[in-house]
């Protein structure tokens, strides 16, 4: 279990990859909100069916042959039937509202409104970084298994190693194959612009209300998944791997400095590499 508030009644299950950005989304929100959650890791394929059976899904269930994604949170309240929520956003929203309503000095209502345009961009950016990503790993799927083979696959045969990885790797592409279609740097140019615009308007530390916010937590890691600094666990697509994104932020030193300050004064550490895992 992750110490925070002692004082919510709700224990926070949170179905999660270690390295995704959409995780790490909610990683950072409920740490930052004290909220108290139990990670449970999900691995890609090989946690397919037990993540439809602990969401209470089965064959019968057209739900069940749907897409799902991570991080997922299950949130059990005595007496309450469990409630699911399947996306960052909603965790986002349920922790920070939470977490405003038991603190008794916070006088503030959760603007979602102000946050939520936030997070769309970053969806943006780090769907950007992920169909890059997906076109490395087609070609080379060595880039695939330094990324994302975890340590017990990565003792395994070469050659059994690089089969799993090669078919993960089509199934990946083949889940986020709308997404991947529809990204434009064009469009993920003009996300980065808007950091800026707003770190101009503000005092240039925060994004909203010259305060921290789940915005500059989203921004922060979409920012990272194009320009990856060197302490952080998230999967990017590596520098010595050629691909669009390499350089993508050349020309905004001042929008890598502001993700490099919001991730070393705010990032909580379980993000970070030197975490035991
Ligand atoms: N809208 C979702 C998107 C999450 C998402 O795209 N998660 C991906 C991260 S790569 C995932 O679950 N990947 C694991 C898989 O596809 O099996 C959210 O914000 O929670």
């Avoid at 080379?140 to 975890?150: G, K, R, S, Y």
């Avoid at 017990?152 to 986020?176: D, E, G, N």
């Avoid at 990272?224 to 060197?230: F, I, R, T, V, Y």
């Avoid at 400095?257 to 070393?264: F, R």
Wanted: hydrophobic share 45%; charged share 25%.
């Amino acid at each position: 279990m992750e110490k925070g508030n002692p004082t919510i009644s709700t224990t926070v299950e949170l179905i999660s990859l270690l390295g995704s950005p959409w995780t790490a989304k909610a990683l950072w929100i409920l740490h930052h909100c004290g909220i108290p959650f139990h990670r449970r890791p999900f691995e890609p394929m090989v946690d397919e069916v037990w993540l439809r059976y602990k969401l209470g899904l089965w064959p019968w269930h057209r739900r069940f042959w749907s897409r799902l994604t991570v991080p997922i949170a299950i949130l059990n309240t005595p007496n309450q039937p469990s409630r699911i929520l399947l996306d960052s956003l909603d965790i986002a929203e349920w922790a920070m509202t939470t977490s405003t309503s038991e603190s008794k000095s916070s006088d503030k209502a959760v603007d979602m409104s102000k946050l939520r345009p936030w997070n769309a961009l970053s969806d943006v950016l780090l769907e950007f970084g992920r169909a890059a990503f997906v076109k490395v790993a087609t070609t080379d799927v060595q880039a695939a298994i330094d990324v994302l083979a975890p340590p017990w696959m990565k003792k395994l045969p070469t050659f059994l190693v690089t089969i799993i990885m090669k078919v993960a790797v089509r199934i990946f592409a083949f889940k986020y194959r709308n997404e991947n279609q529809q990204s434009k740097s064009s469009v993920a140019l003009e996300a980065v612009q808007k950091i800026r615009g707003a770190l101009r308007s503000g005092k240039g530390q925060y994004l909203v209300g010259d305060q921290f916010s789940y915005a500059d937590i989203v921004m922060a890691i979409a920012v990272n998944g194009l320009s990856p600094s060197d302490e952080v666990f998230q999967f990017t697509v590596p520098r010595k791997y050629d691909s669009e994104v390499s350089d993508f932020l050349h020309d905004f030193e001042d929008v890598k400095e502001w993700k490099n300050a919001v991730i070393k004064k705010h990032m909580p550490q379980m993000l970070r590499k030197t975490t035991p895992s």
